[in-house]
């Protein structure tokens, strides 16, 4: 592994510290593309107008106008995280905007293991059947790739307007709007705007509409900041890039979980993943909340946590979240056979030099194959695909494989596949996905074709140095640093993704060690050059090696509350030998 530190702007450091910012915040914020101290605000005051996102305008003006004609709509939902936040986003927002007309949304979740992902012409013959017959199809997180599924919506008389963020392909679909950032003649700033956040701009945009036909005033309007809390759940839970206009969404949605301001569902997943509202973080939400949201997604359909996202009331919320938890449980342990699948199939093939991994196990769950790509690329540091046996199969009769892929950094997986279906036209079934993640179909008769082909491509494009893991860090702490107040103030901040949470360096002496549950390791830690030999605690998780007497450790300070009382506490995320 190796340690590269993180290069920050001085002099918007010292412009930091003095407009007040701690110097510690300010030298953090300083290498994490913060330039000016107007930056650093994220009030809700800041967010990008929704007249700055094509077609979103154009959206609003259409749905009020829906209203007026008491129109029924249908959003056809994704099966994840994302897609069922802005599912509940939607169906909430809009039901509040038109209460006037009456208005009733419905919603639609495809089962992903015999509908494919997205508006398929499946999705549309079924939206068709729903009773009343839908007039519009709204469709979030998903959408940009349904060419088929929109033609097919047009031709029976339903309109589209398709809300999504995924990258698209050379050609979209003929939707009556299309409202994504990352269409190309979109000029929005804010790239990364998760589909939960696509959805909650329409609706800012229909709620200026519909003001300004006087359906309301500044006063009576509906509160959409009450949405936050769904918005804030879903971005972290995609794993959006943070950048400004995200961390103002979280932000302002963390903030409502702290003030016990959620709505019921997530107080319900809180409470059945053991963690404090109170002391939420992007971490409570990215590993605790979103998990047993995905799981239900990834083992049946995610109707069950749509449901447990809007319920009105926390009893109902409880059984629902319960029913997530022991899809997650249960999804936790199908991942723990695959993986060790994996890794025996790993060892049976010379893989050390390889660019890239990808595997298939006709015993392994399609629906967990995203989260395993996402282990293996942890423990192996490459781009991994994994196939799973699909519910179709071709005209031919061989059976279609379903794959989810994970990347490192300065490997672009979409591109990467997108290279391979233009030199083998043939070869992908269908494709989509950003960067680091991606999704794809082929038949298994090509499985060796397109393993061939994944790792020519991540051999051409990945640096061979991009393969060795490297642990950037923000420097040494002094041993003062080292306390509560500023473990408290780094857990208010918003890290994640493209925004990450700080990770420290220094030398230790070890006064004692104690290993628990046969997994962790509890450390009491003196610095190297302390004066006052005052020990603080430290844990690594998963890790059970006991350590030398003197070590050097990178870790993230934390905050921790033993018998009440707040106290910093070292995460260890690595250790060097000190030489």
């Not at 029976?156 to 299309?178: F, S, W």
């Not at 093939?349 to 890239?356: G, K, L, R, T, V």
């Not at 397109?450 to 002094?478: M, Y």
Request: proline share 4%; with cysteine; hydrophobic share 45%.
């Amino acid at each position: 592994m190796q340690l590269v530190a993180r290069k920050k702007n001085s002099s918007v450091e010292r412009h930091l510290i003095e407009n007040g910012i701690h110097p510690i915040l300010a030298s953090l914020w300083a290498s994490r593309g913060i330039d000016s101290f107007a930056q650093t605000s994220l009030e809700l005051k800041h967010l990008i107008p929704p007249s700055e996102l094509t077609h979103c305008v154009a959206a609003a003006h259409f749905l009020a106008d829906a209203f007026e004609q008491k129109k029924n709509i249908l959003i056809i939902a994704d099966y994840d995280c994302d897609g069922a936040t802005a599912c509940a986003v939607g169906i909430l927002g809009l039901e509040e905007l038109g209460q006037s007309f009456g208005t009733k949304i419905h919603f639609l979740v495809p089962n992903r293991f015999t509908m494919g992902y997205g508006l398929t012409p499946e999705v549309v013959e079924l939206a068709a059947q729903q009773n009343p017959k839908p007039d519009i199809l709204i469709t979030v997180d998903n959408g940009i790739a349904s060419l088929a599924g929109v033609a097919l919506a047009n031709q029976l008389g339903m309109e589209v307007i398709v809300t999504d963020h995924h990258l698209p392909a050379d050609q979209v679909p003929d939707a009556r709007l299309i409202i994504n950032p990352n269409q190309k003649e979109c000029q929005f700033s804010s790239k990364a705007l998760a589909g939960v956040g696509v959805i909650f701009y329409v609706l800012l945009a229909l709620r200026s509409e519909l003001r300004n036909r006087g359906v309301f005033d500044q006063e009576t309007q509906p509160r959409l900041e009450k949405l936050l809390d769904l918005v804030a759940l879903g971005t972290v839970a995609d794993v959006a890039s943070l950048d400004r206009n995200n961390r103002i969404l979280v932000s302002a949605g963390i903030r409502r979980m702290r003030n016990n301001q959620m709505h019921p569902g997530i107080q319900a997943l809180f409470e059945v993943s053991g963690r404090d509202p109170q002391k939420s973080t992007t971490f409570d939400l990215g590993f605790g909340l979103g998990p047993r949201l995905n799981a239900a997604g990834r083992l049946s359909d995610m109707t069950l946590g749509i449901k447990c996202l809007i319920a009105k009331d926390v009893f109902q919320a409880r059984q629902l979240a319960k029913e997530l938890d022991t899809m997650n449980r249960e999804r936790r342990e199908i991942e723990g056979v695959m993986k060790e699948s994996a890794i025996d199939n790993l060892a049976e093939i010379p893989h050390e030099n390889a660019f890239s991994l990808c595997l298939f196990d006709p015993t392994w769950h399609q629906g967990v194959i995203g989260i395993l790509a996402s282990r293996l690329k942890e423990q192996y540091h490459r781009p991994v695909i994994i196939f799973a046996p699909g519910e179709e199969r071709m005209a031919s009769g061989d059976l279609i494989l379903k794959g989810s892929g994970r990347s490192i950094s300065g490997f672009h997986l979409r591109d990467a596949i997108d290279m391979i279906s233009k030199k083998y036209p043939d070869l992908i079934l269908k494709f989509g996905g950003h960067a680091m993640a991606a999704g794809l179909s082929i038949a298994q008769q090509d499985l060796g074709q397109f393993q061939q082909a994944f790792e020519s491509v991540a051999t051409l494009l990945i640096d061979e140095d991009n393969l060795h893991r490297k642990l950037v860090h923000d420097g040494e702490l002094s041993e003062d640093m080292i306390n509560p107040v500023l473990a408290q103030q780094l857990a208010n901040e918003i890290w994640g993704q493209g925004f990450p949470e700080p990770v420290f360096m220094g030398e230790f002496r070890v006064a004692k060690q104690s290993i628990l549950k046969n997994k962790h390791l509890k450390l009491e830690l003196i610095p190297a050059n302390s004066s006052t030999n005052k020990s603080l605690l430290g844990i690594w998780f998963g890790h059970a090696d006991l350590l030398p007497e003197k070590t050097h450790l990178a870790y993230r300070l934390l905050i921790d509350h033993y018998l009440g009382y707040p106290r910093a506490q070292m995460h260890i995320e690595a250790a060097f030998d000190v030489s």
